[in-house]
């Protein structure tokens, strides 16, 4: 019967990563502004394996990711199961691209910076007197609200009654 430690492995941290070897900090703290503007939470494993997405390069797979993770680490890499369940949430949340090549696996890469504003816009009950809402706050939340459920924000309408209390 095969030995199992009786805790999970401690996840990698920064100061793991073989000196040389990191991502452009740049760039890192780039994706790490684009995860949470999409509402997700930074971790450790998941600033680790920003590094490594980015060292592996684009249409990298998940084992390509975690070979490159091995090497950066010095051989302890996380598990491939943390890197799937976080690969699996960003591209959920629009930071990275999946495709499939012919080869039938899954390629990674990352995704496109969204560059138009989302346009969002108070249409009055009574009226249909439209107000164009420029608090990029409303955006944001409205962005990270279609995210947690897969979706992706184009535009929004809200109807919105007048202030007399109706």
């Known amino acids: 019967m095969p030995?199992?430690?009786?805790h999970r492995r401690s996840p990698p941290v920064l100061k793991q990563?073989?000196?040389?070897m990191e991502a452009s900090r740049n760039a890192v703290r780039k994706l790490e502004g684009r995860c949470r503007e999409a509402g997700v939470k930074m971790t450790d494993l998941r600033r680790v394996m920003l590094h490594g997405i980015l060292a592996a390069g684009a249409g990298a797979?998940?084992?390509g990711i975690w070979k490159?993770?091995?090497l950066m680490t010095d051989g302890h890499p996380p598990s491939l199961g943390s890197i799937q369940r976080n690969l699996n949430l960003l591209v959920a949340r629009d930071i990275l691209c999946r495709d499939v090549a012919p080869d039938r696996l899954w390629h990674y890469s990352i995704a496109p910076e969204r560059r138009g504003r989302l346009a969002v816009t108070f249409v009055e009950a009574g009226t249909g007197r439209k107000?164009?809402?420029?608090m990029?706050?409303?955006a944001a939340l409205l962005r990270r609200v279609a995210a947690e459920h897969g979706l992706a924000?184009?535009?929004?309408?809200i109807t919105v009654t007048s202030g007399t209390g109706r």
């Open 3 to 6: 030995a199992f430690a009786e």
């Open 17 to 20: 990563i073989r000196p040389g």
């Open 61 to 63: 797979t998940a084992i």
């Open 68 to 70: 490159t993770l091995g």
């Open 131 to 134: 107000i164009r809402c420029r």
């Open 136 to 138: 990029p706050e409303v």
């Open 153 to 157: 924000v184009q535009a929004a309408a």
